[in-house]
């Protein structure tokens, strides 16, 4: 059973602007701090931003003033909007809760970021 849905990944060139959206089952939505996660060739995953169980927003340090998360609790959807991209954010972006369970990593979506 699919409970979270990655989208809105692609090739851009640096500085350029991409939204993904996450699109979550209603329990997982409801009951769970959500966010973002991405993990680049070679690296460890990393959590990018999210928000907790009291709904307050975390972005990690390298990509503050340039990503925002966002929610539309009608769609159960959560959404990364990506400004000023840069080469080093070219990874596979996924969503998980927050903290991340195992079981529901899914496909991701491919942002590369080259010129």
């Known amino acids: 059973q699919v409970q979270l849905v990655e989208s809105g990944g692609g090739l851009v060139q640096p500085g350029e602007s991409l939204r993904l959206s996450c699109a979550a089952s209603g329990t997982i939505f409801r009951g769970f701090g959500i966010a973002w996660y991405r993990q680049g060739q070679g690296n460890q995953r990393e959590m990018v931003a999210g928000?907790?169980?009291?709904?307050?927003?975390i972005y990690a340090d390298s990509v503050k003033g340039r990503f925002t998360i966002s929610r539309d609790n009608a769609r159960s959807t959560v959404y990364l909007q990506m400004n000023n991209l840069k080469p080093e954010d070219t990874a596979v972006y996924y969503c998980n809760t927050y903290p991340a369970r195992a079981a529901l990593w899914g496909q991701g979506t491919q942002v590369t970021v080259s010129s």
């Open positions: 928000y907790d169980n009291a709904l307050t927003m």
